[in-house]
Structure formats: structure tokens, C-alpha cells
Nanobody, 122 residues
Framework: QVQLVESGGGLVQAGGSLRLSCAAS????????MGWFRQAPGKEREFVAA????????NYADSLKGRFTISRDNAKNTVFLQMNSLKPEDTAVYYC???????????????WGQGTQVTVSS
């Protein structure tokens, strides 16, 4: 089992930035690809970004390229999501996930955190 705990969410004005963190425990962190997903009220969960086990490969939702950056620190068992130029439509609960493949679908990931709320005001 892998336990994932997200942090760093909050309320920010449009145009601002937030950095989300996800701390992992329970298994060897570097054995897992990591991903971020989000779910807005009334909408399905959607892919945001993913990063390979070593951090050498990343994958982003096309609509978020250039604004969001995923990274990881295997020594600290943590994955990050830097979000810049935030828009009200970025408002959602953001989830961290761990899996064996650097996929862009929820089914590629086996373990999930509880989520952290990000609210972007206009």
C-alpha cells in the first residue's frame, strides 16, 4: 500500500500561483509513477499531469501545458505540482495518484490521496 497526502491547496486570485505537494509513505516512492488529477463540481475527474519514476519523463493535459509543472523529489518521497497563471476554471479538488505507468487516465493509477481544494477567484 502507498499512502498519499496532498497539501498546498487554498484560495488564490486569478493570475496567481500555487504549489501543491503530495507526500508518499508506505512503499518505495521511486518505484511509482506519479500523477495529478482534478475534479471540479459536477464534472468528471480529469488528468492534469504525470511524471515517470525517475522524473525524466513528464506528461501534461494539452490545455494545461505551459502553466502547470509536475516534479518530484525521490529523496523526500514527494511530488509537486506548480500551478501558474491560475484561472477560475482551475477551481477543483486536486488529487495525487501513484501507479506503475506514466499514464493519462485514472485507470493507470492504483493509489490515491484524499485531495486538496484549489479555489481561484476572479
Amino acid at each position: 500500500q502507498v499512502q498519499l497526502v496532498e497539501s498546498g491547496g487554498g484560495l488564490v486570485q486569478a493570475g496567481g500561483s500555487l504549489r501543491l505537494s503530495c507526500a508518499a509513505s508506505g512503499r518505495t516512492f521511486s518505484n511509482y509513477a506519479m500523477g495529478w488529477f482534478r475534479q471540479a463540481p459536477g464534472k468528471e475527474r480529469e488528468f492534469v499531469a504525470a511524471i515517470s519514476r525517475s522524473g525524466s519523463r513528464t506528461n501534461y493535459a494539452d490545455s494545461l501545458k505551459g502553466r502547470f509543472t509536475i516534479s518530484r523529489d525521490n529523496a523526500k518521497n514527494t511530488v509537486f505540482l506548480q500551478m501558474n497563471s491560475l484561472k477560475p476554471e482551475d477551481t477543483a479538488v486536486y488529487y495525487c495518484a501513484a501507479g506503475y505507468y506514466t499514464g493519462d487516465t485514472a485507470t493507470a493509477f492504483n493509489y490515491w490521496g484524499q485531495g486538496t481544494q484549489v479555489t481561484v477567484s476572479s
